[in-house]
C-alpha cells in the first residue's frame, strides 16, 4: 500500500517535471481582449499563417497592451513555422537578424515581426565569456517559447481566431497584480541577455508596476555585464527608453536600480551633472508632453539635449585653453559625440542634427542683423525650442528667448526694427552690451551652414 503511494508521488513529481506547469487558456469573456484593436497586418499574418497550416498567435507586448485595455503600437507574431517558411508564406516579406533570426512581414505601412518558437534549452546556444547568449536560433514548442520570453506579462499569447490567451507562466495574474517578475532563475536570466535589466527598468516605469524582489535582487551586482553588450542594441533600448512617453520615470527608475552608473556614458551624463540635470530634466519632460499628444520627436534634438551640458564644458574648457570660440565650439561638439559613439551607436545623421542645433544656439544668442536669416535656416524651430529650454533651465537670459518669441511673430517692419543696430552697439540687442566676457571668447559664429 505504502509502496504504491511512493510510487504515485514519485511519478506524479516526474510528471511536473517535464510539464513545468499546464498552461492556463482564457477565453474571450474571460480575458476581455477586443478583436478589433488589432491591426489589418497582425490579422492577416496569423490568418495567412494558420492558412499554411501553422500555428500561429500575437504575443508579447500587444498582448500586455490589449490586456491593460491599451491600444497597441506594434504587432508581434510567434509561429512554429521556421523563418524560412515564414518568408515563403507571404510575398512581402524579408528575413532579417543573425543573433535572433525573425522575418518582417509587410501589409501596407505596417510590418508585423514574426519569430519562431525558440527552444527553452539555451545549452548548445554559443555564448560570450560571462555567458551572454550570442545567438538564439534553435526552435521548439509554445511552452518553449513561453519560457523563453523575459518576463511572465510579456509571455502571453492570443489566438486572434479562437480568441484565446494562452499563459504559461501566470502572466495574467501579475498583470492584476501590477507585478513584473522574470521568468526563470534572475541572475541567469540577465546574464544570458544584459538588455532585460533594463527592460525590467523601463517597463516598470512605463506601466508603472512594482518589480518583484526577486527580479530586482541581482540587477545592482550584475549591472556592469551591460558594458559587454554590443553598442547598437544599448542604442535601441535607449531609444525605447527615451521615446516610451516616460523618460523621466524610466530615467529615475534606473538611478534607483542603480543601473546608471559607469555603464552608458550617457546616462552617466543625464544623471551625474548637477548643472544638466534641470535642463535634461526638462528636455524629456517636454519629449514625454509630446509623445503624449501623439507628435514625432526628433532623436537629434533629444540627443543634443542630452549632452548640451558635456558639450558646454567641453567648450568652455577649450575657450580657457585660449582656443578662440568657433573652433572651440566645433572642437567640442566633435570630443562629445565622439566619447558617446564608442559605447552607444549615434547615427551619423543624428549627429549631424545634433551639430546643427548645438552650432545655432551661440547664433541665436546674439540675435540682432542676422535674425531674419536665421529664422529661414531649415534647424530654426528646433534651435529655437533648444533655447527656450535653456532659458527655462535658467542656463540662458530669459531675455534672449523672450526676444525671440517676439521677433518669430512680429510684422516685417517690427522684425527691421529689432534687428537695427542699437546705438553705440553693433548691431546686437543691448543686453549684449552688458554681458561681460572674457577677450577669448571672441566671436562665436560658426560658419554658416
Ligand atoms: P514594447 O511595447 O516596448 O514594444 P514589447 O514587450 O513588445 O514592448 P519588444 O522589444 O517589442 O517588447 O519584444 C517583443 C517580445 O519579445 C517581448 O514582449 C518579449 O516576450 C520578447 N522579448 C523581447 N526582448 C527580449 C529579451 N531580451 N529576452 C527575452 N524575451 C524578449
Ligand atoms: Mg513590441
Same mark, same amino acid.
Given at each position: 500500500?505504502?509502496?504504491? *503511494?511512493?510510487?504515485?508521488?514519485?511519478?506524479?513529481?516526474?510528471?511536473?517535471?517535464?510539464?513545468?506547469?499546464?498552461?492556463?487558456?482564457?477565453?474571450?469573456?474571460?480575458?476581455?481582449?477586443?478583436?478589433?484593436?488589432?491591426?489589418?497586418?497582425?490579422?492577416?499574418?496569423?490568418?495567412?499563417?494558420?492558412?499554411?497550416?501553422?500555428?500561429?498567435?500575437?504575443?508579447?507586448?500587444?498582448?500586455?497592451?490589449?490586456?491593460?485595455?491599451?491600444?497597441?503600437?506594434?504587432?508581434?507574431?510567434?509561429?512554429?513555422?521556421?523563418?524560412?517558411?515564414?518568408?515563403?508564406?507571404?510575398?512581402?516579406?524579408?528575413?532579417?537578424?543573425?543573433?535572433?533570426?525573425?522575418?518582417?512581414?509587410?501589409?501596407?505601412?505596417?510590418?508585423?515581426?514574426?519569430?519562431? !518558437?525558440?527552444?527553452?534549452?539555451?545549452?548548445?546556444?554559443?555564448?560570450?565569456?560571462?555567458?551572454?547568449?550570442?545567438?538564439?536560433?534553435?526552435?521548439?514548442?509554445?511552452?518553449?517559447?513561453?519560457?523563453?520570453?523575459?518576463?511572465?506579462?510579456?509571455?502571453?499569447?492570443?489566438?486572434?481566431?479562437?480568441?484565446?490567451?494562452?499563459?504559461?507562466?501566470?502572466?495574467?495574474?501579475?498583470?492584476?497584480?501590477?507585478?513584473?517578475?522574470?521568468?526563470?532563475?534572475?541572475?541567469?536570466?540577465?546574464?544570458?541577455?544584459?538588455?532585460?535589466?533594463?527592460?525590467?527598468?523601463?517597463?516598470?516605469?512605463?506601466?508603472? !508596476?512594482?518589480?518583484?524582489?526577486?527580479?530586482?535582487?541581482?540587477?545592482?551586482?550584475?549591472?556592469?555585464?551591460?558594458?559587454?553588450?554590443?553598442?547598437?542594441?544599448?542604442?535601441?533600448?535607449?531609444?525605447?527608453?527615451?521615446?516610451?512617453?516616460?523618460?523621466?520615470?524610466?530615467?529615475?527608475?534606473?538611478?534607483?536600480?542603480?543601473?546608471?552608473?559607469?555603464?552608458?556614458?550617457?546616462?552617466?551624463?543625464?544623471?551625474?551633472?548637477?548643472?544638466?540635470?534641470? *535642463?535634461?530634466?526638462?528636455?524629456?519632460?517636454?519629449?514625454?508632453?509630446?509623445?503624449?499628444?501623439?507628435?514625432?520627436?526628433?532623436?537629434?534634438?533629444?540627443?543634443?539635449?542630452?549632452?548640451?551640458?558635456?558639450?558646454?564644458?567641453?567648450?568652455?574648457?577649450?575657450?580657457?585653453?585660449?582656443?578662440?570660440?568657433?573652433?572651440?565650439? !566645433?572642437?567640442?561638439?566633435?570630443?562629445?559625440?565622439?566619447?558617446?559613439?564608442?559605447?552607444?551607436?549615434?547615427?551619423?545623421?543624428?549627429?549631424?542634427?545634433?551639430?546643427?542645433?548645438?552650432?545655432?544656439?551661440?547664433?541665436?544668442?546674439?540675435?540682432?542683423?542676422?535674425?531674419?536669416?536665421?529664422?529661414?535656416?531649415?534647424? *530654426?524651430?528646433?534651435?529655437?525650442?533648444?533655447?527656450?529650454?535653456?532659458?527655462?533651465?535658467?542656463?540662458?537670459?530669459?531675455?534672449?528667448?523672450?526676444?525671440?518669441?517676439? !521677433?518669430?511673430?512680429?510684422?516685417?517692419?517690427?522684425?527691421?526694427?529689432?534687428?537695427?543696430?542699437?546705438?553705440?552697439?553693433?548691431?546686437?540687442?543691448?543686453?549684449?552690451?552688458?554681458?561681460?566676457?572674457?577677450?577669448?571668447?571672441?566671436?562665436?559664429?560658426?560658419?554658416?551652414?
Amino acid at each position: 500500500m505504502l509502496k504504491k *503511494f511512493i510510487a504515485r508521488v514519485i511519478e506524479r513529481a516526474t510528471a511536473k517535471k517535464a510539464h513545468p506547469r499546464k498552461a492556463k487558456v482564457l477565453t474571450a469573456a474571460e480575458h476581455g481582449i477586443d478583436r478589433a484593436k488589432l491591426s489589418r497586418g497582425a490579422l492577416g499574418t496569423v490568418e495567412g499563417l494558420h492558412k499554411a497550416g501553422y500555428e500561429a498567435y500575437v504575443v508579447g507586448g500587444a498582448v500586455r497592451d490589449l490586456l491593460l485595455g491599451g491600444v497597441p503600437k506594434d504587432f508581434d507574431v510567434a509561429t512554429n513555422a521556421t523563418p524560412e517558411q515564414v518568408h515563403a508564406t507571404f510575398r512581402r516579406s524579408r528575413m532579417i537578424g543573425r543573433r535572433f533570426r525573425i522575418v518582417h512581414v509587410m501589409f501596407g505601412q505596417e510590418t508585423v515581426e514574426v519569430s519562431t !518558437f525558440r527552444t527553452a534549452d539555451l545549452s548548445d546556444a554559443p555564448t560570450d565569456e560571462h555567458g551572454r547568449v550570442l545567438r538564439d536560433n534553435t526552435f521548439g514548442s509554445l511552452a518553449d517559447d513561453a519560457t523563453r520570453r523575459d518576463f511572465t506579462i510579456n509571455s502571453l499569447y492570443y489566438d486572434p481566431e479562437a480568441q484565446t490567451v494562452i499563459d504559461h507562466h501566470g502572466g495574467v495574474a501579475d498583470l492584476k497584480k501590477k507585478v513584473l517578475r522574470i521568468i526563470g532563475d534572475p541572475a541567469t536570466r540577465y546574464r544570458e541577455d544584459p538588455v532585460r535589466m533594463l527592460r525590467v527598468t523601463r517597463f516598470a516605469a512605463r506601466l508603472g !508596476f512594482a518589480i518583484d524582489p526577486k527580479t530586482r535582487a541581482p540587477i545592482r551586482e550584475l549591472a556592469d555585464l551591460l558594458t559587454n553588450v554590443p553598442a547598437s542594441r544599448l542604442f535601441d533600448e535607449m531609444m525605447k527608453l527615451l521615446l516610451s512617453g516616460h523618460a523621466v520615470a524610466c530615467i529615475r527608475q534606473l538611478r534607483d536600480e542603480q543601473l546608471h552608473h559607469g555603464l552608458l556614458p550617457l546616462l552617466d551624463v543625464i544623471l551625474e551633472q548637477p548643472l544638466g540635470e534641470k *535642463f535634461v530634466m526638462l528636455a524629456l519632460a517636454r519629449t514625454d508632453e509630446r509623445i503624449g499628444m501623439g507628435k514625432g520627436v526628433s532623436p537629434g534634438f533629444l540627443f543634443a539635449a542630452l549632452l548640451w551640458h558635456e558639450a558646454l564644458a567641453k567648450w568652455n574648457e577649450l575657450k580657457a585653453r585660449g582656443e578662440h570660440a568657433t573652433p572651440a565650439l !566645433f572642437e567640442a561638439m566633435g570630443l562629445v559625440i565622439d566619447a558617446q559613439r564608442e559605447k552607444l551607436a549615434i547615427q551619423h545623421r543624428i549627429a549631424a542634427d545634433m551639430r546643427e542645433i548645438w552650432s545655432l544656439q551661440p547664433r541665436l544668442d546674439r540675435r540682432g542683423r542676422n535674425a531674419a536669416k536665421l529664422l529661414e535656416h531649415p534647424r *530654426f524651430r528646433a534651435a529655437y525650442d533648444f533655447l527656450l529650454l535653456r532659458a527655462q533651465s535658467g542656463e540662458l537670459d530669459t531675455e534672449v528667448a523672450d526676444w525671440w518669441t517676439t !521677433f518669430i511673430d512680429a510684422m516685417p517692419e517690427a522684425r527691421l526694427e529689432m534687428m537695427a543696430p542699437k546705438p553705440g552697439g553693433d548691431g546686437a540687442p543691448r543686453k549684449r552690451r552688458r554681458r561681460r566676457r572674457p577677450a577669448a571668447e571672441g566671436d562665436a559664429t560658426p560658419p554658416a551652414s
